[in-house]
Structures are given as C-alpha cells and as structure tokens.
C-alpha cells in the first residue's frame, strides 16, 4: 500500500527489534519441559509466577539495553537509505517483548495439552494485526504497522493471561512491572535523543536500574559461588 521503499525501512528496523524474540527462542524449548514437568505440582502457582515475572524483568532490561546502545552501533549497520528505520525500534522493541510474555502462558497450554489454544490465540493476534493495519495504514503509514504490531501482540498478551488464569493463579509483581514500566519510558526518552552523549548516559541507566532492582539475585547468585568454593 506504501511502497516498496518504506517496506525495506520497516524491515530494517524489525531486524534489530526481532533481537528479543530470538533470544526468546533459545530459552523456549527449555520453558516448555519445565512447565510440564511443574504444572501438576503443589508449589505450580509461585513456580509459574516467579518464571513470568523473571521473564518481564530480564526481558525489559534486555529491550532497554538494545535501545542504549543503538544509537552507537545504528549507523554502523545501517546505510543512509534505511536511516528512518530508527524511529520504530523502540515500539518493535516493546511488542517483541509481549511476544515474549505471551510464550510463557504459551508454555502453559502445552503442559496443559491445550495446543489448539496456543493456534487459536495466534491467528486471533494476526487478525488483529491486519484489521489495525489496514485501518491506520494510510494516515500514519509505517507508525501504523508498528503500532498494529504492538497492539495485536499485547492484546495476545492480556487474553493469554486472563484465559491461562484457569490454569496457574499467576502473581505479577506489580511494583516491579510499575519500575520496569518508568525504567522504559526514560531509556525511550533519551533513545529519541539520538545522541552519543545520551546514550552512554542511557547504557549507565540501564546497568544501575538492573544492579537495583536484581540485587537479591545477584547476592543469591554471589553466595552461591562462595558456598562452591
């Protein structure tokens, strides 16, 4: 509808934003032996919960982290062409990571045997995508496509939980998804920047907020080490 150009635009920039969900992947198949193996347990419902909000936690720092230093790296491997591609990633960056969430609840209809639900529910999110897209495609061309993205990806989100909530009494940490949330508004903020100066300010951001809000587990993981050796 838009033209060949801006498609190549709009790829460029799902090129660094697919980072989550490919990193997603590895850990995946993984996800789905443990839930299988723990969705008949007594402890199933704090088991579920700690891996979704782990999951929220790890994967919001790693959406961040890709902001920080892309401003560094961007043009590097972008040429002058693709340059507006730029814009977007935070956006992509953000739907990649429902994608992600989405996986874990995912996991649970498969330690359910509910493979038909993990169908139903995608096909839903494409709908979704297309119907958003078409609608905003011509007013807003490429910010309609991210948006639809984002938006189909999140409603797949909030209908997995709501429906999975048969199945596991997932405990989200609010306070730590309303510090998660802050934390990607500001690295937005300075993403848009643009700016060595703001990105080296960014990339310092990130760390300190991860190092904070994960303490208990780096001390857990500290101790660990001390007590192997």
């Known amino acids: 509808i838009i033209g060949n150009a801006l498609n190549g635009i709009y790829a460029v920039s799902c ?16 996800w789905q032996e443990s839930a299988s193996i723990h969705i008949n347990e007594d402890d ?23 902001m920080a230093v892309m401003p560094i790296i ?27 969430i989405a996986n874990v609840f995912g996991g649970v209809y498969i330690a ?13 999110a494409a709908i979704i995508n297309l119907l958003v897209n078409i609608i905003l495609i011509k007013k807003f061309a490429l910010w309609a496509a991210a948006i639809s993205t ?14 999975t909530k048969k199945y596991i009494n ?3 940490n609010i306070k730590l998804l309303i510090s998660l949330v802050m934390i990607y508004i500001i690295c937005c903020i300075l993403y848009y920047f643009n ?35």
């Open 170 to 172: 997932f405990k989200l």
């Open 195 to 229: 700016s060595i100066i703001t990105s080296i300010i960014n990339i310092l951001f990130v760390i300190l907020m991860a190092i904070l809000i994960n303490k208990d587990n780096i001390d857990i993981i500290l101790n660990s080490r001390k007590f192997k050796n």
């Open 15 to 30: 090129k660094f934003s697919t980072i989550v969900s490919n990193i997603f992947q590895v850990f995946n198949m993984t």
């Open 112 to 124: 359910k045997k509910k493979t038909k639900q993990v169908s139903k529910t995608t096909i839903l």
């Open 150 to 163: 984002l938006v189909a990806y999140a409603i797949l989100t909030i209908y997995r939980y709501i429906d």
């Open 44 to 66: 199933k419902d704090e088991f579920f919960s700690g891996v979704l909000n782990n999951t929220i936690n790890f994967f919001t720092f790693l959406c961040c982290i890709v």
């Open 74 to 100: 961007y043009y590097f491997f972008v040429g002058k062409d693709y340059i507006n591609s730029y814009v977007y990633i935070p956006i992509l960056l953000l739907g990649n990571l429902f994608i992600a």
